[in-house]
């Protein structure tokens, strides 16, 4: 009988390290936020000896021998978004995300399961899986997101979508109680998800930084970075060019991915505004490294915003809200500016102040510490 059940299931023993990982996309190239974190998170873990069996939905991307680097062995499957499965209960970001290879693929032995964002917990709640430990890496409140992207968009179906989204994402939230632990990517959503389901610690997001890079000295432009396809941060730019870079007119750069016509065509009329789009990450990291201020409000105070940690550990000034900047370690590192006219004395004061030696050890005192890669990789392989 012994040998049967080592037949049915793979034997894993706890110095493995073995786990399931679920993406709700393929993480790679990691050129947006929630890929960030799912990439850099699948490196750190296998730089700790973890054996990752990596599943990925695929959205609009391919499969790529790069996380084979990473993972013992990499699945895909397709995300079936017909328009029937806008006719669930089940929130259209889950049940998009629903194939029956992956529950076989997840059953076959019994390793922990890490499921990346509500997306991709179909199965959190199956009976067959109950063996398994089940973790759930939660990228955001979904709900309070997708009740924000109703409010910002301007077109009929999409705000019905998003308000529907958010109804059905707030109901079916209770699945967390499936999980056995919630790995969280921000203080703020630590106590949110505490509060309701227990079992939460605060994980911060997974980055590309082995370092703090930033250089002393003084940069000759303002930044703000960031991908221009998602509502929230083109509702950040419109802020800044309509209330700030009408009453200042030092250099303004805005870097990011797939900018809609309308604002390329607006800054066009700016002399003192520029628009770089579609830049490589190496231009990307020099744009911030030789900036004076990169300057990254919020109007969405949900998850991690990732673009902050690039500006902190490239960048120099850095000028935010407490939207953006929830973490009180974080904020002694940033100029905190939650009005208009306080970002525009706050970027008078910094835009002539040399970024000095001190600030520097400053941040690789508190990044190194609460944002290694390394250190928060060990608290995901101690939960197995």
Known sequence: MVFVFCY??????????????VSFNVPFPADYG???????????LHKAGAKIKLHCFEYGRNSVPELEKYCEKVYYYPRNKSVFRLLSNKPFIVNTRNHNDLFQNLAKDTRPILFEGLHSTFFLKHPALAKHKKIVRTHNVEHDYYDYLSHSTEITKEKYFFKQEAIKLRNYEKVLHHADHLLCISENDTVYFNNKYGKSIYVPAFHPFDKVCSEKGQGEYIIFHGN????????????????????????FYIVGKNPPQKLVDRVQNIPH?????????????????????????????TGMKLKLLASLFAGRHCISNSMMVPSKGLQKLCRMANKQSEMIVAIEELFEKRFREEDIELRKEILDNEFSNEKNAQKILALL
Do not use: W
């Open 8 to 21: 049915i299931y793979d034997k894993i023993s706890p110095v493995d390290k073995s786990l399931h990982l």
């Open 228 to 251: 221009l396809e998602v509502a929230e941060n083109l509702d950040v730019v419109n802020f800044l060019i309509d209330k700030i870079f009408t009453e200042i007119t030092y250099p």
């Open 34 to 44: 929630g890929v960030i974190d799912v990439f850099y998170k699948i490196k750190a």
């Open 273 to 301: 505004v520029n628009l770089f789009s579609n830049v490589s990450h190496e231009v990307m990291d020099v744009l911030i490294r030789d900036s004076q201020i990169c300057l990254i409000p919020t109007f969405q105070p």
